[in-house]
């Protein structure tokens, strides 16, 4: 039977202090009674509570004893614990098993990257400060590893990928024309590790893997629509339908028609210099956690009237793209592109994954045109994945010539994986997954081991070569067995002055129903395969 008791049960319940032992004296008597009755009181509490005749007031209290001495001994050893032994908050190790789960998950982003044509890319993990400075009161700014090096250049861990590409593409412009010295449009994807000192919850640590899609030089929604399509069909991968996500889509610029019917203009600045727009594109992309009548607040603050809030986030509720057209008038280049978007993704076949959401704005100052999220349908995780166009934030970098139009997603592996775990689509991987173990009899017979595992690999597979023999025969098979291994190759006297070696199928049954196991000439270990199913027909 499970305890029903919570840590905060064990917490009141240590507060009363431990019980007395020995002849007490009169001080000590009057505290014995008084912790007596506070224990009685909580056990007829909690019998209530429970209204299970199992728990009696005897059973809570013998329950209560024996998770408070639990507590205390981790107390204890947490305190003996040294605090290097545990990595710094918000980051992870990867054991063995989880690196296979977590190589398993990068080669379905490598394997949808290279299905549409995306070249893979990398960068260093440390950059300078002032790639990602690009606008005030930017809350990753305020997030990064950032310090000063041995050199004085103030750096930083990367808290996310696109400044590096943009650096990296600029690297290859001519600053002075805008001319890319490279054929485009470049279509480039990337894994890298990013780094934001934040608040760790479900789905969000202080490291985390990233998939980054970009394709740059292409200034329409066919770029757009390409990422999309490769977003989607990495769901389809993995087995996760329109049905368990969906992808939100708008347009900065459709929010830019919003904004300015109500004098809320790009580049607009307020009495502290701060840009307007760009304020009011913050507190917009906070709607989902806060509410529209949060955000009408924030937005007060900003000097946007209660009236212009309350047709704001009216637009903002717009069902349909027809009929935030209608809300913000005809016309508008920006509505047109993204029933485009939505027509094309009808071709593609990936309608059913989108979903127009006039509150998608994406929190980025850099964005310029279409939006997205991914997101699960049940609403309880955080954003899958987000992306947009951001066809200004070269030239914020390289200069007025450098207008060179992007669009990109980051898709991060935390959320995916919570995601994957609760729709039961994760790989059951089994051990190692090495193909053949061998294990020597005795150490007079290791060479011989060593030489069959040379020829064995020299045939193309994973070989795990044991160390030390196993005293007993039945320990090396249950070692092969416990790694997953498909064969075990056990290397004893008599074969080997045969000059055969004993190979063992552990995957492979028999008409009789046992693992097949055949003896290979020594001369001959390309055959094992032809032997084994010779056996196993027989």
């Given amino acids: ?24 004296t009169p001080e000590q008597q009057i505290a014995a009674n008084e912790r007596k009755n506070k224990c009685t009181e909580m056990k007829k509490r909690l019998v209530a509570e429970l209204s299970d005749p199992a728990w009696t007031e005897k059973k809570i209290g013998k329950e209560l004893d024996r998770l408070v001495e639990e507590a205390s001994k981790d107390v204890a050893a947490a305190a003996d614990r040294p605090e290097y032994l545990d990595g710094p908050s918000g980051t992870r190790d990867f054991y063995p098993p989880e690196m296979r789960v977590q190589n398993w998950l ?17 960068a ?29 250049k103030h750096v930083t861990l990367r808290p996310e990928m696109t400044p590096t590409l943009a650096r990296m593409v600029l690297n290859k412009t001519n600053l002075q024309t805008g001319e890319v010295r490279m054929t485009l449009p470049l279509k480039w994807y990337s894994i890298p590790q990013c780094w934001r000192f934040e608040t760790t919850q479900r789905g969000r640590k202080r490291e985390h893997y990233q998939w980054n899609m970009d394709i740059v030089g292409v200034d329409h929604v066919n770029a757009e629509l390409e990422l999309l399509a490769a977003a989607c069909n990495f769901f389809q991968r993995l087995g996760i339908g329109p049905d368990v996500v969906g992808i939100k889509v708008n347009s900065r610029a459709v929010l830019e ?29 906070k709607l989902d956690k806060i509410g529209g ?24 509720e717009a069902p349909t793209i027809d009929e935030l057209a209608a809300h913000i008038g005809s016309g508008s280049e920006a509505i047109d592109q993204v029933k485009r978007l939505f ?43 987000g992306g947009g166009r951001y066809d200004r934030l070269l030239e914020l970098y390289g200069g007025k010539n450098c207008t060179i139009p992007c669009v990109g997603f980051g898709f991060g592996d935390c959320v995916i994986m919570e995601l994957l775990k609760e729709c039961g689509k994760l ?43 196993k005293k007993k025969v039945a320990a090396s098979f249950k070692h092969a067995d416990t790694a997953g291994a498909r064969r075990m190759v056990f290397v004893a006297p008599d074969e080997i002055e045969k000059g055969v070696v004993r190979i063992k199928d552990l995957r492979t049954k028999g008409k009789d129903g046992e693992a097949v196991q055949v003896d290979c000439p020594l001369d001959e270990i390309h055959t094992i395969d032809e032997l084994i199913a010779n056996a196993a027909a027989s």
């Fill in 343 to 385: 027509d094309l993704a009808k071709d593609y076949g990936i309608d059913d994954y989108l979903i127009f959401d006039a509150s998608v704005v994406r929190g980025l100052a850099y964005y310029t045109g279409v939006v997205w999220e991914a997101f699960d349908r049940r609403g309880e995780l955080r954003a899958i994945m």
């Fill in 1 to 24: 039977m499970s305890s029903p008791f919570t840590p905060e049960h064990v917490a009141e319940w240590a507060s009363f202090g431990p019980p007395l032992k020995g002849k007490p």
């Fill in 106 to 122: 990068f080669d379905n982003f490598r394997a949808s990257a290279k299905a549409f044509g995306f070249q893979e890319y990398d």
């Fill in 427 to 469: 790989p059951d991987f089994q051990g190692s997954g090495v193909d053949y173990v061998v294990c020597a009899f005795s150490p007079d017979l290791y060479g011989a081991a060593a030489s069959i595992s040379s020829k064995l690999r020299a045939c193309g597979w994973s070989v795990d070569l044991m160390p030390t023999p």
């Fill in 293 to 316: 009548p949060a955000v009408a607040e924030e937005l007060l603050k900003i000097n946007v009237s209660a009236e212009s809030s309350a047709d704001i986030l009216k637009a903002l």
């Fill in 257 to 285: 028609a919003v904004l300015a019917k109500h004098g809320i203009k790009k580049g607009q600045t307020d009495t502290d210099g701060g840009d307007i727009f760009m304020k009011a594109c913050v507190i917009i992309d």
């Fill in 124 to 152: 260093p993990v440390l950059e300078h400060v002032g790639l990602y400075e690009r606008k005030a009161g930017e809350e990753i700014v305020d997030q990064m590893y950032n310090f000063v090096d041995k050199e004085g």
